[in-house]
């Protein structure tokens, strides 16, 4: 069992406990359950140059607490004020320390989409995302079969949201509606051995649609990352780490903007 597995088997348990502690039509009455999301397709698709998916992310199974002073405002403000196009917050709590809340205080000062990361196997949390503040939900392709990821897509899109839906490897292309799917991140991370290699961003860019939009997601820290990921058209990077365990955030992330940059 890998660790996506034994998360999973934790997640069930607490979507469980979710629903003994909530209705449903709780989530309907929520501060931003009718609120209009704002749209990261619109987002990515209107940049001139690759997109940046900044992550707030405390801590990983791999690689356990990033950073230590973690206040997850201060880190949404250095994002907003250097040029973010949209931020990903982790709501897990037991295997990334994050918090549903950290995404609802972002969604305060936000003008940009924001990501609920999570682990999400029942419909129940996408209706929860969307009361929460989310924009957009992010959906792993290695934890569902296609017919879920089909019904949880439409489920979304119906409530205003959009996906981001994640695989890890070519082996999972088949589940893929890319008629409903247009925004396919692919993460570089093994998930046997928490191994990384840009070059699996390469290998899926090669079978997916041309008008997809390509995130690359895990191992992106240098210039010459970025330059490796032009030449495969990437149209977005999702970073966390690299951000993370800068000193100063807000300039990290302007530097990688400078990186991100295609010459027209």
């Given at each position: 069992m890998n660790i996506l597995d034994k998360i999973v088997e934790h997640k069930k348990e607490e979507v469980a406990t979710l629903k003994l502690k909530y209705k449903l039509s709780s989530f309907y009455e929520a501060e931003y359950y009718e609120v209009d999301c704002v749209n990261i397709i619109e987002k990515v698709e209107s940049s001139k140059s690759i997109s940046i998916i900044s992550e707030i992310k405390k801590a990983s199974p791999s690689k356990g607490i990033i950073k230590e002073d973690f206040d997850h405002l201060n880190i949404a403000k250095d994002y907003l004020g250097n040029g973010a196009d949209a931020i990903s917050i982790l709501t897990d709590k037991d295997f990334f320390k994050g918090d549903i809340s950290y995404l609802t205080d972002v969604k305060k000062i936000s003008t940009i989409p924001l990501l609920r990361k999570d682990f999400i196997i029942d419909d129940f949390q996408i209706h929860q995302a969307k009361a929460i503040g989310a924009d957009f939900i992010l959906l792993i392709c290695e934890i569902l079969d296609k017919y879920q990821i089909k019904d949880f897509t439409e489920i979304a899109k119906?409530?205003?949201?959009?996906?981001?839906?994640?695989?890890?490897?070519?082996?999972?292309?088949?589940?893929?509606?890319?008629?409903?799917?247009?925004?396919?991140?692919?993460?570089?991370?093994?998930?046997?051995?928490?191994?990384?290699?840009?070059?699996?961003?390469?290998?899926?860019?090669?079978?997916?649609?041309?008008?997809?939009?390509?995130?690359?997601?895990?191992?992106?820290?240098?210039?010459?990352?970025?330059?490796?990921?032009?030449?495969?058209?990437?149209?977005?990077?999702?970073?966390?780490?690299?951000?993370?365990?800068?000193?100063?955030?807000?300039?990290?992330?302007?530097?990688?903007?400078?990186?991100?940059?295609?010459?027209?």
């Open positions: 119906e409530i205003g949201m959009e996906i981001l839906l994640e695989l890890h490897s070519i082996r999972q292309l088949d589940k893929i509606d890319f008629d409903i799917n247009k925004l396919i991140g692919v993460n570089n991370r093994n998930l046997e051995d928490f191994s990384v290699d840009l070059k699996t961003t390469e290998l899926v860019a090669k079978e997916i649609p041309k008008n997809s939009l390509l995130v690359s997601e895990s191992g992106i820290h240098k210039k010459e990352d970025l330059e490796y990921l032009k030449s495969l058209d990437v149209d977005t990077i999702l970073v966390g780490e690299h951000l993370m365990k800068s000193e100063n955030i807000g300039k990290a992330l302007a530097e990688l903007k400078e990186w991100c940059k295609v010459e027209s």
